[in-house]
């Protein structure tokens, strides 16, 4: 560089190719950045610049520009030069809580001005009186593309007149030019046409799509307008389905900007339902208690419900919905430093966020995890934030300002007629909760919780269940909700009895009232007797025990009392799970979900990658074998680097092994990564949502080409899920040609049943100890065997304690289970008579419904 001495190089007249030269906006002695006296502006959180300790009222453009922001209290202006660097003109300390007093603005938010106009004039004595110093600071706002090169040094500087900072561009930055910005716009009407109009989820793609594009993008709807960074704003547009909006980009590449929103919002096809999933696990209280709840029970003085954690327990009723969590109204320190302290509270809100998303997607839920993120998108919605930093730079209190932020919010979204924004704004107050907590306001603290309590709520979101006192907490109650909830979820995990669907009576049972749970039994007693009480105790005691007995036994192979081995293996998905897995005592792995190892990318894994996240979880299985099936995407099961073709009713779509109709490549990594894991015969490959022959014949060649491809020598064993009825009914032909076929009974209940296996209304009736189910699993297990082929069930109904016998009888000899039940579940077949499963499973196909199958099985088995 072209070396010039400072005086020159400061020099506003001198032009130097490259620079750009500030003059002060500002009158008066010059303070060093690191001296300003508040960290925001010392520590270079604001970009790099310099202070200036004004004598005089007035700031002056530093330079020429566009005002692109001017703050609506008057006391900060930013520019950008026609380079676009942004240069921000802070004056005094904490005077956003002057809230205007003082200030008068001379120029409007996107004006062109000229080096020296007059930008804001202050009264420098109200300023003086009323902020903890005058102290103004230039700064430049995108310091991380511009680099301050000189600098003024001590001494006194003229507002217009000297030179202050001079600014160079940084090598490779990539810059946004004020001219730009308002010379390239670009405007596109687009028909909303998919089900459901701009709903949460298409406006949080919509918003991706855009991401690391150089431009911005406003969507206008009528009077209404919003940026597209902020869902909320996008959904309080209220554009519904047929709704035309217009698309308007501004910079350099506001076309591509304008495209990819536009392409996003007509990617969903009528019909699509692309809320649905979120909608169905949503911890939203939106899911009425099924109108048989309440009525199950006959007995006085007993609600029943809906078991979504097992359990049995004894404590007094705590309401949990009644206590509030009341911040204060006033700040008790600076808006600065409130607004620093609301930052650090969303901070550690979207880490426990992140810890979500991936806890739910290692066990499966991606529903669930969907979910979370979507509570991340909202947690960074500039709509929410701006409004709760104009809230604190009023005097409120962090804590008050976010959540009157998320109330004004919630308050838009129910003007607009729409039940799915309903259920946003339950994610909104979970928000609202849970960074109230991060901020450090308890409810739980305010009311000491019994020794023994049993919380009640409508329903409990999964933030609620983040702060419990798990020592205290003996069970959770809930009005609505239901067993796939995300509380019922957490409940599970925690080992939390919880009883989903009592119905508003459980809103009349009075606080403090001793109660007994046994959630299993769905079973909620609030006038128990003194016995009641005792045996529910000593019944607890006795379960404690026998999960301890049970463990110590764990480690051992299961085979029923008269010698007929069943494999308990277990269900995984992550390379921790594999760990939990082999702890508590599984023989195999039965089934592992492989597209949760990768569900959170932007890219779908290579063949590498593949082979290396299998050869991490067989190294950890320690010789037991691992069924690794191959991806089943789709449906209930999304991924963020896929973008499927539309489909009206996805369940009944490219899932499962038809997707390798539209993307063979992903199928054919993945097969050539699990050929590759040693040794060879540790591994089987199972092949998901399969229908016919001809669709295993195709895929076993296709498996033989790569393995014969890849110079190996070791045969792989291929298996089929049989979770559509046409391959339990074609189970025949199917194991001919396969070497074991696994049931997933989740599925096969969804489709043999039609009904929606995500779809908690139906979660009673969706019951695969169904007699329809077990004809089935008959079928699958007697055409496997006319090849002498094995059978196995890992469907959630291998873990069902009353299911197990039957299943046995029918001749599975295989259940893959969670990890942790399978101490269990083994425990459950070292009880059995081979024999005897195999008479009363006959009988129990002959019954007319699940419930009939349910009571004949804890009826010749009882539970523990
Ligand atoms: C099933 O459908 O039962 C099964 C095990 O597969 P998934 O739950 O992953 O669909
Ligand atoms: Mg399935």
Known sequence: ??????????????????????????????????????????????????????????????????????????????????????????????????????????????????????????????????????????????????????RAGAG???????????????????????????????????????????????????????????????????????????????????????????????????????????????????????????????????????????????????????????????????????????????ASGSSAAESRLLDKAIAAVDAELNQSVRTASQRGAIGEAGIFTMHRVLLEDPTLVDAARDAISLGKSAGYAWREAIRAQIAVLGKVDDPLLAERAADLRDLEKRVLRALGLSNTAARSLPEEAVLAADEFTPSDLATLDRKRVMALVMARGGATSHAAIIARQAGIPAIVALGDALHSVPEGTEVVIDALAGRFAYTPSALDIERARSEKQRQAGVREANRRTSQEAAATRDGHAVEVAANIATLEDANTAVENGADAVGLLRTELLFIHRQAAPTVEEHRQSYQAITDALAGRTAIIRTLDVGADKEVDYLTLPPEPNPALGLRGIRLAQVRPDLLDDQLRGLLAVKPAGKVRILLPMVTDVGELVRLRERIDTFAREAGRTEPIEVGVMIEVPSAALLADQLARHADFLSIGTNDLTQYTLAMDRCQPDLAAQADGLHPAVLRLVAAAVEGANKHGKWVGVCGALAGDPLAVPLLVGLGVTELSVDPVSVPSIKARVRKLDYNDCRQRAQHALALESAQAVRAASRESWPLD
């Open 1 to 150: 560089m072209e070396r010039i001495e400072e005086s020159r190089l400061m020099d506003p007249h001198t032009r130097v190719e490259g620079h750009i030269v500030l003059v002060s906006p500002l009158t008066g002695p010059v303070v060093p950045l690191a001296s300003v006296p508040d960290p925001v502006f010392s520590e270079g959180l604001f970009g790099d610049g310099i202070g200036v300790d004004p004598l005089v009222g007035r700031v002056v453009a530093p330079c020429d520009g566009i005002v692109v922001h001017l703050a609506r209290t008057g006391h900060a202006v930013t520019l950008q030069t026609a380079e676009g660097a942004q240069v921000l003109v802070h004056v005094g300390i904490d005077t956003v809580e002057l809230n205007g007093k003082g200030f008068t603005p001379k120029v409007a938010q996107g004006a062109q001005v000229r080096r020296g106009d007059t930008l804001i004039e202050f009264d420098l004595d109200v300023v003086a009186c009323n902020a903890p110093s005058l102290v103004s600071v230039v700064a430049i706002a995108n310091s991380d593309a511009f680099e301050v090169i000189e």
């Open 156 to 330: 006194h500087v003229e507002a217009g007149k000297s030179g202050l900072l001079v600014l160079r561009v940084r090598d490779g930055a990539v810059i946004n030019t004020a001219h730009e910005l308002v010379a390239n716009e670009v405007r596109r009407s687009v028909t909303l046409t998919h089900a459901g109009g701009l709903h949460a989820r298409p406006a949080a793609r919509a918003r991706e799509a855009v991401r690391g594009i150089d431009a911005r993008v406003e969507v206008r709807f009528g009077e209404r307008k919003s940026a597209i960074e902020s869902v909320v704003g996008l959904l309080s547009l209220g554009a519904g389905e047929g709704a035309v909006i217009e698309l308007v980009g501004i910079g350099r590449e506001a076309q591509r900007a304008v495209d990819a929103v536009a392409n996003e919002l007509l990617r969903e096809a009528p019909g699509e339902g692309g809320e649905a999933p979120a909608r169905q696990q949503s911890p939203a209280p939106v899911m009425q208690a099924p109108a048989t709840a309440v009525a199950l029970s006959a007995e006085p003085g007993v609600l029943a419900g809906v078991c979504a954690a097992p359990g049995v327990a004894v404590g007094k009723l705590v309401r949990w919905d009644e206590a509030e969590l009341a911040p204060p109204e006033l």
